[in-house]
């Protein structure tokens, strides 16, 4: 009902580049994130629940703060974007733009025998190790390396198959013991492996599904328990995401976004302190909605949030995870939405992981009502859309499963090696008045950098006035920019980027220099 082909595979338009006005913090947002470095040892082992949060083997509060990636619920039986680069420099980029989670869709096909992906590119030497396997198979080379890397994975069952959403979490094709066969599957082949910390048991469940009317065959709370209870009777260390619903007691919202029916009928499994609720939320890119239109908009949505899902974060009941959120950044409107709700979700440098968790639709360029990350090269960043989640970002994890536990794209110092680096600087847009630009930040050394910085001086009178990714310091018309805590490990030949916004106008790009540690 609110939602158009999203996760059909096609060009969407490149998001229109508007000034960050909207969100004026951004620029401060990753010093908080450095400020809270002492938390970058927190998410070791697997993890559970304690009120409201997400905590570590150890105790520690974690913070979820990361990205889907889709591909694998679709004909490709595969992450999308594979044909154009390779997997692990896919990772390494999210990695250093501050993104801690993958949520990876997948839809049942990829557990039938022999099921195999399409649209990968295996020249020059990319994607090299995924030659010749299944798409399971894929899918544990990108668990193994998105841990090593320090990202912990969300497997969100999205689909029943590769057709196409469906309102139940069963069809006549799929039925709920294949579902929940699969889900025990997935469950056992990741047993001991905390890269995986969770699974989202089904994708935005939605009309006719209820929540708490008893029917069995429509009531979804009641299948996430049975779903959930499987899950952990195979492998009890998972967290069980579960989303909510489309209508409840007559109050329609989107899809497996409502989540009224929790304070009456909470989700309770046989192993406690596992349940996450998952709310999706969007703007009108996907479909108006009637907050949209309230005159005081975006004042009211606070209050809409609270109602349809907040209240169980503020009421201490669970884990509030927004599973996904999106949108193209074309209107006004939608600018405001996502500044109102990055607010909402409680910014890191103030309340740590005390916080709502995250994961950002998508990183795919071709969604078509949201876009991505990832502009349409597949490569280019949208730093404007990137820029607005700065403040919700939040620290890494230990890497697990690689050699000490390292990151896999730090080849390590064998003695002797040079750091070095170089930077591009590019004017996105420019309206006059002002100006966003982007600067990519390039290891060109034999070494991992452990940190970065990058100057320049302006030929005019610019003065930044918000940046994001890094932090700044502007003398005159000298800008020094370094890197943020999140992204100054940068692998051999990898890469980094920051954005800026600036004014007055941006004139010529002028000429940078890049130092590294």
Not at 418 to 441: I, L
Request: proline share 5%; with cysteine.
């Amino acid at each position: 009902m609110f939602r158009s082909l999203r996760r059909v595979l096609c060009a969407a338009a490149a998001a229109l580049l508007l000034p960050l006005a909207a969100v004026q913090t951004a620029g401060a947002a990753d010093a908080g994130v450095g400020a809270r470095a002492n938390a970058v040892d927190a998410g070791a082992g697997y993890w559970h629940t304690s009120g409201r949060q997400i905590l570590d083997a150890a105790g520690q509060p974690v913070r979820i703060a990361g990205i889907n990636w889709f591909g694998f619920e679709t004909g490709n039986h595969v992450v999308h974007g594979l044909w154009s680069r390779d997997y692990k420099s896919m990772i390494n980029q999210m990695k250093s733009l501050g993104y801690n989670t993958l949520r990876l869709p997948y839809s049942d096909d990829i557990l039938k025998s022999g099921t195999t992906p399409d649209s990968i590119n295996f020249s020059d030497g990319k994607n090299a190790d995924l030659q010749g396997l299944t798409s399971l198979q894929v899918m544990d080379r990108i668990v193994t390396y998105a841990g090593q890397s320090g990202l912990r994975v969300v497997l969100d069952r999205h689909r029943p198959d590769s057709g196409g959403q469906s309102a139940l979490w069963y069809t006549s094709a799929v039925p709920e013991s294949t579902w929940i066969a699969n889900l025990k599957s997935l469950a056992a082949r990741y047993k001991g492996n905390s890269t995986v910390v969770g699974i989202d048991l089904h994708n935005e469940p939605h009309d006719p599904a209820c929540w708490g009317c008893g029917d069995t065959t429509r009531d979804w709370r009641l299948a996430a328990q049975r779903a959930g209870n499987a899950v952990l009777s195979v492998n009890p260390e998972l967290l069980i995401m579960v989303e909510g619903v489309q209508t409840h007691n007559g109050v329609s919202g989107w899809w497996g976004g409502n989540l009224m029916g929790v304070a009456q009928y909470p989700v309770q499994l046989d192993v406690p302190n596992r349940v996450v609720y998952s709310a999706h939320d969007y703007a009108t890119s996907v479909a108006q909605q009637p907050w949209f239109s309230d005159p005081s908009f975006p004042a009211n949505m606070p209050g809409i949030w609270d109602k349809y899902w907040g209240y169980i974060f503020k009421q201490n009941i669970a884990p509030v995870w927004v599973g996904e959120f999106g949108t193209t950044l074309q209107s006004t409107v939608d600018q405001r939405w996502l500044a109102a709700l990055v607010t909402y979700l409680r910014s890191t440098s103030s309340y740590g992981a005390d916080s709502f968790h995250w994961t950002f639709w998508s990183w795919n360029p071709n969604s078509g009502d949201t876009g991505g990350i990832l502009k349409d090269d597949w490569s280019t960043v949208d730093t404007v859309k990137d820029g607005y989640l700065a403040s919700v970002k939040a620290p890494g994890f230990p890497g697990t499963g690689g050699p000490g536990g390292g990151d896999p794209g730090d080849p390590g110092d064998p003695g002797g090696g040079t750091a070095t680096c170089s930077a591009a600087y590019t004017v996105s847009s420019d309206w006059g008045g002002g100006f966003n630009a982007e600067v990519k930040v390039t290891n060109t050394g034999t070494t991992a950098l452990k940190s970065w910085k990058v100057t320049w001086t302006w030929s005019g009178a610019q003065q930044v006035t918000s940046m994001w990714n890094a932090t700044y310091t502007q003398s005159g018309a000298s800008v020094t920019a370094a890197n943020a805590a999140h992204n100054g490990s940068v692998p051999a030949g990898g890469s980094a980027s920051f954005g800026f916004g600036g004014a007055p106008g941006g004139g010529g790009a002028p000429s940078v220099s890049c130092t590294a540690t």
